[in-house]
């Protein structure tokens, strides 16, 4: 059988995972990417332990610690400064822990990695894909290079990882495809030391405020500034006008200083530099649901085929468990020197669709509850889970599912299923030792 070659559009978070994973079992892989180079624009995001066991898994994992910010936990307080959520990674396993990091970051340790093949990698930068067209025995792209000039390329394979507004997914697989009503304005600060360095804190009030601080690690041109992300909940239609002027900035202040006054003296002193000032970007949100993620010669992963709220933050760890589940899908398709793809699918749908599903469905379930119009959300909220978090079960049932694990309501993976790496050859190359233990 000649070497497999597949290609992938999007160089996020999947796509680059997934490239890494197939040049190393020596599959030809072609990367098409509509920027002319790469330079990750978004705030800071937690791997959760699930998205950590991938990083493992691609061997990174030593890389990311020593740039990122290692988080141990969730905090959430009320405006009565009531602790809501106080959610713990030991709670779900020994040894469980998430990590705050830069987009930039990610980015960066990912390509090099991927640089590790690249005799088996092509860069294709500044083309943009028009259509997909699948052939019995090809698939072949179509679209324009960088000086405009139309081109089509053939290949055994294709995946779509080109983001939540992807429109190249095939229509008939999407059941769902629509913009969230909120989303937030953030910017990355220098860390904030009032404040645990290893926990990611959330505050509220009702439904209509939402305040995160993120510990975000480092970028690696600059390892020693240890850096923070701060998001604030707004409706998409007030994102671009959040402190547009020194009375919103003010106003802003206020909110924060009446409710929460430890994180405004921070917030005031970063205001209050004349030389720093923080640069606030928007991030608006996709609800994406897919009958769907592959079939024959082309598959989707990534945003492009789970997008949600960040309620939860599973993006990015979504996006690296598609690529471990379709490097496991396709060394299990593999026989007699052919790939079955039917049962790549089959077994990738059976690895992804119900994980996928859950955490779906809970984010449609819980982001109403933290950001929406309702007057009585932040009620149901402030009573239930103070409940909840009494009770051992939900309590260790909740650490699990912000680890990213859950595969249904009472069903999840392990650590070291995901983290663990065999050669074609069945030789173990990870050190089960250390790998974090899970109960």
């Not at 760890?317 to 598609?322: G, I, P, V």
Request: hydrophobic content about 40%; aromatic content about 10%.
């Amino acid at each position: 059988m000649k070497t497999p070659h597949f290609a992938i559009i999007g160089s996020g978070t999947a796509g680059l995972a997934t490239a890494i994973l197939l040049a190393r079992e020596g599959h030809q892989v072609t990367i098409f990417e509509q920027v002319e180079e790469l330079s990750p624009v978004g705030a800071g995001l937690l791997l959760q332990p699930a998205g950590l066991a991938v990083f493992e898994h691609l061997g990174v994992l030593d890389q990311a610690l020593k740039l990122g910010a290692k988080v141990t936990g969730l905090e959430g307080k009320l405006a009565n400064k009531r602790l809501l959520v106080n959610s713990h990674y030991h709670q779900a396993g020994n040894n469980l822990y998430g990590l705050g990091i830069h987009r930039s970051t990610l980015c960066y340790i990912l390509t090099q990695k991927l640089a590790e093949y690249s005799s088996h990698v092509t860069w294709r930068m500044n083309h943009h894909i028009e259509r997909i067209e699948e052939q019995p025995h090809e698939i072949r792209l179509f679209g324009t290079d960088h000086q405009q000039h139309n081109f089509n390329d053939c290949f055994d394979a294709v995946l779509i990882a080109n983001g939540a507004r992807s429109q190249l997914r095939p229509k008939a697989w999407v059941k769902v495809d629509q913009a969230y009503l909120w989303g937030a304005a953030w910017s990355i600060v220098p860390e904030c030391l009032n404040l645990n360095p290893e926990i990611l804190h959330q505050f509220y009030d009702r439904s209509k405020i939402m305040m995160g601080v993120l510990p975000t690690g480092a970028i690696p041109s600059a390892p020693q500034q240890r850096l923070s992300s701060v998001f604030w909940s707004l409706p998409t239609s007030q994102l671009q006008s959040f402190l547009k002027d020194e009375s919103a900035k003010q106003q802003w202040l206020k909110q924060v200083s009446d409710r929460w006054s430890d994180v405004a003296e921070w917030l005031e002193q970063l205001l209050l530099d004349e030389h720093n000032q923080p640069q606030w970007l928007s991030a608006q949100y996709r609800d994406v649901v897919m009958s769907r993620y592959g079939q024959g010669r082309i598959g989707v992963i990534g945003d492009a085929a789970h997008a949600m709220s960040p309620q939860l933050g599973q993006g990015a760890n979504m996006a690296l468990l598609d690529a471990w589940a379709f490097s496991q899908s396709l060394h299990a398709a593999q026989k007699n020197q052919q790939i079955d793809w039917s049962m790549l699918w089959q077994h990738y749908h059976q690895q992804r669709r119900s994980s996928t599903q859950f955490y779906q469905f809970l984010s449609r379930l819980l982001t109403p509850l933290y950001q929406s119009d309702h007057w009585w959300a932040g009620g149901i909220r402030d009573l239930t889970f103070p409940w909840m978090y009494q009770i051992p079960y939900f309590r260790k049932e909740m650490a699990i599912t912000i680890s990213g694990l859950k595969t249904g309501m009472f069903q999840h993976m392990s650590y070291q299923q995901i983290a663990e790496y065999q050669h074609n050859q069945n030789v173990l190359i990870q050190n089960n030792q250390s790998l974090p233990e899970y109960d």
